[in-house]
């Protein structure tokens, strides 16, 4: 039986570091633009059909909370689903799992679009600062409809949805994609100023239109939406994830690995592959893959994380992991969220040298770093942490692996096909609290 540990299970990564990862692996479907799509195909009552979809909890918990309301799911196979949402019998999400994950936000506008009307609880996910969502909410009364926010559930209303002219004040993939979709059911012109151009943005806006929705510019800056009466039924297949390959691609770079990275857009990886060759690595790319070697020790290198098409916010912790062992003094700024250097305390125990000031972490490259007890903090933290261990000299144990599994499917299993030695452990008996060995 899984550890209890609060109201989550307690598992753990076990790993011997040292060893380069070497082979090939398959990339899946993106998680973050699954999210918005799943919550997308609520808005037709005719089935749409989802194929490259991940496994992983997150999109898992989405399917739950959907069903709660009477949409009928059927896994068709792993990667999957055909959803029907003609029978939705409540507005109201409330399921306890719904507010632990991000995107809950994302029903939201997919039945305000549909149903003029929904009340979803209010969203957490990873804690890397404060997430506010101002911005959602200035775009739903734009197009007409009251937002009020009591009892922890966000409500929001309209008698009629009206296209309008929306800018929004920061750059947000979040509020992009939600104003996408009740904007595609409302009536008239929506156009989104300062709009986010993540490649899930593009993926969640040709989906809606491969159901009928008309939405061009996604990409851009500027989205321009004309709303339509009715979508239909669709069968879609989900971009392959960005930063699951990142991670991969850090993985390859700090073991000085050699990986095939197989069913990837090599475009939507070029942020990532430039600072990589900064590094030190060679990158070769073909159509759908790509490989990455690094046969030398990582060079230094500065970046700051910016929005599409900058260097992510979602590989920074990996590139942290990997200059924290790489030939001189590298400084990462952070301009997204304002605390996702929470990580770095673990990779000092690993014997890291890396200085937090502000929005920026000031790295220190060291020769090796030692295995040690470690804690995933959040999702793409606990990804970069596993990655330093498997560099790491000795064992290491990763604990509260449960947030990196909300975005990396079979992480462990992939790891290990490419010669990680790693285990999971999910019970009491095995889960090692203190006691670990340094060969
Ligand atoms: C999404 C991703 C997350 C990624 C992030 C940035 C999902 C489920 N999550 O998160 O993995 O790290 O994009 O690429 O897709 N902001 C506001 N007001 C708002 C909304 C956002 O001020 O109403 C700010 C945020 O605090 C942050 C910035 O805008 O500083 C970007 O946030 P956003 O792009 O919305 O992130 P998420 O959609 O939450």
Do not use: W
Not at 2 to 7: E, L, Q, R, S, T
Not at 161 to 185: E, K, P, R
Not at 239 to 250: H, K, L, N, S, V
Not at 340 to 347: A, G
Request: charge should be negative; include cysteine.
């Amino acid at each position: 039986m899984p550890v209890n540990k609060g109201d989550h299970k307690v598992e753990q990564y076990i790993i011997s570091g040292g060893s380069p990862l070497v082979g090939e692996v398959e990339i899946c479907g993106a998680k973050n633009a699954a999210l918005g799509i799943l919550a997308a195909s609520l808005m037709t009552d005719e089935p749409v059909i989802i194929e490259n979809l991940p496994d992983v909890s997150d999109t898992n918990v989405l399917l739950q909370a959907m069903e709660s309301i009477g949409v009928v799911v059927d896994r068709l196979s792993r990667h999957t689903v055909k959803i029907s949402a003609g029978a939705v019998n409540s507005l109201i999400v409330e399921s306890a799992y719904i507010k632990k994950i991000r995107a809950s936000y994302y029903i939201l506008g997919a039945l305000l679009g549909k149903y003029r009307k929904a009340s979803v609880a209010l969203p957490g996910g990873c804690n890397i600062g404060s997430r506010p969502i101002d911005q959602h909410m200035k775009g739903f009364k734009a197009l007409g409809a009251s937002v009020r926010i009591s009892h922890g559930l966000i409500s929001t209303e309209a008698d009629r949805l009206v296209g309008s002219h929306i800018y929004l004040d920061v750059v947000t993939v979040g509020a992009t994609i939600n104003i996408m979709l009740a904007a595609s059911l409302a009536e008239g012109k929506t156009i989104i100023e300062n709009a986010a151009k993540e490649p899930h943005v593009v993926d969640v806006a040709n989906f809606l239109n491969s159901m009928g929705a008309s939405i061009k510019g996604a990409g851009t800056d500027i989205i321009r939406i004309k709303g339509v009466e009715k979508l239909h039924g669709t069968t879609y297949s989900i971009i392959p994830d960005q930063i699951e390959a990142g991670t991969f691609m850090f993985a390859a770079a700090i073991t000085r690995g050699d990986i095939m990275i197989k069913n990837v857009i090599p475009k939507h990886l070029e942020s990532i592959s430039a600072k990589l060759i900064e590094m030190g690595c060679e990158i070769e790319e073909f159509d759908d893959q790509l490989r990455i070697v690094a046969a030398k020790r990582l060079m230094k290198t500065h970046v700051k994380t910016l929005p599409y098409p900058g260097f992510p916010t979602d590989m920074q912790p990996q590139i942290v992991a990997a200059l924290a062992t790489s030939e001189g003094t590298s400084v990462v700024t952070e301009s997204i969220f304002e605390n996702r250097f929470r990580y770095v305390d673990e990779l000092i125990k690993m014997g890291a040298l890396i200085k937090v000031e502000g929005n920026s972490a000031i790295i220190e490259g060291v020769n090796r770093l030692t295995g040690a007890l470690i804690q995933a903090p959040d999702l793409r933290a606990g990804a970069a942490l596993v990655l330093a261990a498997l560099a790491a000299e000795g064992e290491s144990v990763v604990d509260d692996i449960i947030y990196i599994e909300r975005g990396y499917e079979d992480f462990h299993i992939k790891l290990r096909s490419l010669g990680a030695c790693i285990e999971k452990t999910d019970s009491n008996k095995d889960a090692r609290r203190a006691v670990f060995k340094v060969s």
